[in-house]
């Protein structure tokens, strides 16, 4: 099953990094972009979701990032299950999170 999506999950995928100009940033600067823009019919999915800071979002602005001339600094992707218990972010157990953590996919960018 694909993981819930919210802007919190989204910003700890993401790394709080802006997808466009790589600067990590507290969550309060940053928003959610839409790589394909919802007026051109992209959806609010895993796959076409990104993190971005506000200036970057504001100056991409209904544009693909190739319209735009900002080249995407990583790809988006749907979390796993175990990347999931991890976003979700509550207080887990070291133990256990030791546990999610020798289980999340190679390349994931919660390891």
Not at 3 to 31: I, V
Not at 44 to 52: Q, R
Not at 70 to 90: A, H, K, N, T
Request: hydrophobic fraction near 35%; proline fraction near 8%.
């Amino acid at each position: 099953t694909v993981p819930a999506l919210n802007r919190t999950r989204l910003f700890h995928r993401d790394r709080m990094t802006c997808a466009y100009c790589g600067q990590r940033l507290p969550e309060r600067l940053l928003s959610a972009d839409h790589i394909v823009p919802q007026a051109q019919g992209g959806g609010g999915t895993w796959m076409n979701l990104v993190t971005a800071c506000k200036p970057c979002n504001g100056r991409k602005a209904d544009r693909t990032p190739e319209e735009a001339g900002m080249p995407l600094v990583y790809l988006p992707y749907v979390p796993s299950r175990f990347e999931d218990f991890l976003l979700e972010g509550g207080h887990i157990r070291a133990d256990v999170h030791e546990w999610l953590a020798a289980r999340l996919p190679k390349g994931s960018r919660l390891s």
